[in-house]
C-alpha cells in the first residue's frame, strides 16, 4: 500500500498547489518581467501543459530523484530537505520523548486513582495542554524565560551567534559537538535545545496523558484484570499486567501523535528560527514556493510511512497474536 499512497498524496498535493491564487510565474519573473520573458518562464517550468501531463513528468522526475528546484533557495528541493531533516528530527524526538517519559506513567498513576485529587489535576493539566496554541506558547516561552529572567538564550537558531558550529556529522548540533569534544559548542547547543523542546514536550504530553488514562482505565475494568483482583494476586502484579496490556495501544498512539506532531513543530521552528524542515515548508507554503511545498509534503508521507511501519513492527514483537489470521 505504499506506493499508491505516496502517488496519492503527490497528487492531491500537486494539483492543490495548481489551484491556488499564488502565481509562481509571476513570482519568478517579478513585477517588471515583460510577456516574453513569462512566456520563457512559463515553457521552461513546464506549465503550458496540461496538468496531468505535468503530474507524469512531476512523477518521472521524482523516482528519479530530482524534487525540483526551490526558486526561494536557488538550490535542489532534494539538498534542502536531506539537510533539514535531521534538525527537524532533533527538535521533534527530544520533545515527544521527554513529553512521553512524563505523560505515560501520569496517565497510568491517573488510571489507577480515577476520581482523586492526581486524576483530576492531571486531566486539567491535558486540557491545559490542549487549549494553548502553539504559537503563543513558543512566544510567551522567550518573553518569560529570556526578556524577563534572562535564563535562557534568544530564539536565533540551534546556536549561539558567536559560537562556531561543529562539523556536520548528524546534522545535530548537539551530539556533533560532544563527538568532536567541543563543549562550548555543545553547551550553547543545548542551550538553545531547551526552550523549544519544552514547547513540543508540552504539546506532546497533553494528548498522550489523556489517551493513556482512558486506555489504563479501560484494562482497568476488563475481565482478566478483575479475574486478577479476585484470584488475590497483589497490586504489583496488578499493575503489571494492565501496564503489560496497554502497552500496544498506547505505544501505537505516541507513533501517531508523533507523526501529526510535524505539523506543530513547524510553528514552533519558525518562532525560534530554528532552520529546520518544518520552517522550510512553512515558508515555501507562504511564498507558494511549489516545488519546496510538493518536497516537504513527501518528506512527511515518506516520514509517517515510515514511522507507521516500525510501529507495527514493534507491536508483531510485542505482541504477537496480533499478527495472527483468524
Known amino acids: 500500500m505504499i506506493v499508491p499512497l505516496l502517488v496519492g498524496i503527490l497528487f492531491f498535493t500537486f494539483m492543490l498547489v495548481r489551484i491556488g ?36 513528468y512531476y512523477m518521472t522526475n521524482v523516482v528519479q530523484g530530482d524534487l525540483g528546484e526551490s526558486w526561494l533557495s536557488n538550490r535542489p528541493v532534494l ?19 521527554i513529553g512521553a517519559l512524563i505523560a505515560i506513567p501520569v496517565g497510568l498513576h491517573a488510571a489507577f486513582r480515577p476520581g482523586r485529587a492526581f486524576d483530576h489535576v492531571s486531566r486539567f493539566l491535558s486540557l491545559l495542554g490542549f487549549s494553548i496554541p502553539t504559537y503563543w506558547l513558543g512566544l510567551v516561552m522567550l518573553f518569560v524565560f529570556f526578556y524577563l529572567l534572562g535564563w535562557a538564550p534568544p530564539g536565533i537558531g540551534r546556536i549561539g551567534l558567536i559560537v562556531i558550529p561543529p562539523e556536520p556529522i548528524t546534522g545535530s548540533y548537539l551530539i556533533d559537538s560532544l563527538l568532536q569534544g567541543s563543549w562550548e559548542a555543545a553547551r550553547s547547543a543545548a542551550s538553545h535545545l531547551v526552550l523549544p523542546v519544552i514547547c513540543v514536550a508540552i504539546v506532546a504530553a497533553a494528548p498522550i496523558i489523556k489517551h493513556t488514562r482512558a486506555i489504563a482505565l479501560e484494562v482497568v475494568g476488563s475481565d ?25 495501544p498506547v ?76
Open 79 to 97: 539538498s534542502d530537505i536531506l539537510q533539514r531533516i535531521p534538525i527537524t528530527l532533533e527538535l521533534l524526538f527530544w520533545g515527544v520523548g
Open 251 to 326: 505505544m501505537t498512539f505516541v507513533g501517531t501523535e508523533l507523526t501529526g506532531l510535524v505539523g506543530t513543530v513547524s510553528l514552533i521552528e519558525y518562532v525560534f528560527a530554528w532552520g529546520g524542515l518544518g520552517q522550510y515548508g512553512l515558508n515555501a507554503i507562504v511564498a507558494g514556493d511549489f516545488a519546496a511545498v510538493q518536497g516537504y509534503v513527501l518528506a512527511l508521507a515518506l516520514f509517517s510511512v515510515l514511522v507507521f511501519l516500525i510501529i507495527d513492527l514493534l507491536v508483531v514483537i510485542l505482541e504477537p497474536r496480533a499478527s495472527e489470521q483468524p
Open 21 to 56: 491564487s499564488q502565481d509562481p510565474v509571476g513570482l519568478l519573473a517579478g513585477p517588471t518581467a515583460t510577456q516574453a520573458e513569462i512566456d520563457m518562464i512559463t515553457r521552461d517550468l513546464g506549465l503550458d501543459q496540461p496538468l496531468f501531463v505535468q503530474f507524469s
Open 224 to 248: 482478566s484484570v478483575r479475574y486478577a483482583r479476585a484470584s488475590g494476586l497483589p497490586e504489583a502484579i496488578v499493575r503489571r499486567v494492565v501496564l503489560r496490556n496497554s502497552t500496544v
